[in-house]
């Protein structure tokens, strides 16, 4: 039984450029959420995608954006990189329930360098 | 928001047991608290979760009490693998959002 898997798991870009990063959730899984977590903090939760919508949203600008494909897998992209965008980027999965006990499992992550 | 405090760092010696606090206010009335650990460039592991009062799994233990304001992550008899950074997670009241806390940061030595 497959994990969260995560792709890439390492990236450098420059500032001004675009990212995609990809993940494909736990089989079973209906519902994803990306964090960001910089060097030496907790992760920070970005938003979370759910029946190919997003569903709630973190604190972050619009640059970051994201979508669900059929398959429940997801895209994070971030546009017009910051310096301060560098961090590991962690995809969740979970399956959505009708209770508060929906379990997140993480993946491995990918580590993003804006240079 | 959710505002969540956690011990920065803890020291332990092999075969202790641990309890690690995670306060927390304004979390979600109806969801549970979630524990995680993680290990340098890696995704956080599941560790247990809970609503209120005490839940217990093959590893760890968790209390809460019943204002749900904190919960406590109860490691027994600890290992030198255990040494990693642990986290609490919880829903904010308002906007819904998954706030994770700042993470405590265990060091267990033989």
């Known amino acids: 039984d497959a994990g969260v898997t995560q792709s890439p798991t390492h990236l450098i870009k420059t500032r001004g450029q675009q990212v995609t990063l990809r993940c494909s959730p736990k089989?079973?899984?209906?519902?994803v959420s990306w964090y960001q977590q910089a060097l030496g903090q907790g992760p920070q939760f970005i938003f979370q995608?759910?029946?190919?919508?997003?569903?709630q949203r973190g604190n972050f600008p619009d640059r970051f954006s994201g979508h669900q494909f059929p398959n429940y897998s997801s895209e994070l992209n971030v546009n017009a990189l910051l310096l301060g965008d560098s961090a590991l980027y962690l995809c969740?999965?979970?399956?959505?329930?009708?209770?508060?006990?929906?379990?997140?499992?993480f993946g491995p992550g990918t580590r993003l360098l804006v240079l | 928001l959710a505002k969540t405090t956690q011990p920065i760092s803890m020291d332990s010696y092999e075969g202790q047991e641990v309890n690690i606090t995670c306060s927390h206010n304004?979390?979600?009335?109806?969801?549970?608290i979630t524990w995680y650990q993680q290990f340098p460039s890696q995704g956080p592991r599941f560790i247990i979760q809970g609503y209120k009062t005490k839940v217990t799994n093959e590893v760890a233990s968790l209390f809460i009490p019943a204002d749900r304001k904190s919960s406590t992550l109860s490691l027994p008899r600890v290992s030198l693998s255990d040494t990693a950074v642990y986290y609490c997670?919880?829903?904010?009241?308002?906007?819904?959002?998954?706030?994770f806390g700042s993470g405590t940061r265990l060091q267990v030595q033989p």
């Open positions: 089989s079973g899984h209906d519902t």
């Open positions: 304004n979390i979600a009335t109806n969801d549970y």
């Open positions: 969740a999965s979970s399956l959505r329930t009708s209770g508060p006990d929906e379990t997140q499992y």
């Open positions: 997670l919880v829903r904010d009241t308002g906007r819904r959002a998954l706030t």
């Open positions: 995608y759910y029946e190919e919508e997003e569903r």
